[in-house]
């Protein structure tokens, strides 16, 4: 009697089974997803050789190497003295397509972003001057707060959680693929915003993909918060932000700027 209960068991669970793979019975057809349909863009193509690959059409430009008016200067080079500071026009000098970093003054976008995808190039000084971080020292900032380090590290040794590709004393890059002072190097980096409750706590922090000369330097990285040269990031609770181009004593140029928001 039980192996009769067993068997009639096994011959209804073998049923089901046939019944399910009839109701799951696929064609390629059944995985293929149409709708929606991504937008149509049209992607950069290579530029006259000043200015690199020209911005794809959806982007928000920020430099095309004609002029600085989407930028404002701010004085000096740390996060806490750039807070709530408009110094008026940027003056940084345009020359051949490009805008270099001047002593002094620090650069403000006038458009602020959440999540974005930002492209830009930049050339440490051809002739090498200083060492470790005095040396083609930059940084793009990411909502004005989290900076991306620009520094001049072919054969420049210094803190690695301070070289080119870190995220400033907090994330070593996964890798060095510098090229030589005075040569284009291309940043392209997609950053999601940090998020804050209604009581200024940060329930989900930024995060940030980076690619140097096209390798990957930061994967998904979760910033803790704010860029301090002394002491630990600080969580500071905010809405969109810039992207603030440092200087740093430094002439650093830079071209072919451009955001997509996300
Ligand atoms: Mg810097």
Do not use: C
């Amino acid at each position: 009697m039980k192996k009769i209960v067993l068997l009639a068991m096994g011959m209804v669970s073998v049923l089901v089974a046939q019944a399910q793979n009839e109701q799951v019975k696929q064609n390629p057809q059944s995985s293929e997803i149409w709708t929606p349909v991504p937008p149509v863009i049209t992607p950069g193509v290579p530029g006259p050789t000043a200015t690199g690959t020209t911005a794809p059409s959806d982007a928000i430009v920020l430099f095309d190497g004609r002029n600085t008016d989407q930028w404002v200067a701010i004085k000096g080079y740390a996060p806490s003295a750039w807070e709530n500071t408009n110094e008026g026009p940027l003056k940084w000098p345009v020359t051949d397509g490009v805008m270099y970093s001047t002593k002094g003054f620090s650069a403000r976008s006038k458009q602020e972003f959440n999540d974005f995808q930002l492209h830009i190039e930049f050339k440490t000084p051809e002739k090498v001057e200083g060492t470790g971080q005095g040396r083609g020292n930059s940084g793009i900032f990411l909502q004005g707060r989290y900076e991306l380090q620009v520094l001049d590290n072919y054969d420049n040794p210094t803190y690695v959680n301070g070289m080119v590709g870190s995220i400033y004393k907090q994330a070593i890059p996964l890798a060095n693929p510098s090229r030589k002072p005075g040569e284009w190097q291309t940043y392209d980096i997609i950053y999601t915003a940090p998020h804050f409750n209604k009581n200024g706590l940060m329930t989900q922090p930024a995060h940030v993909t980076v690619l140097l000369n096209g390798v990957l330097v930061q994967n998904h990285t979760a910033i803790k918060g704010t860029t301090e040269y002394i002491g630990y990031p600080r969580v500071q609770p905010h809405g969109k932000g810039p992207i603030l181009l440092q200087d740093h004593g430094n002439p650093v140029g830079f071209r072919n700027i451009w955001v997509r928001e996300l």
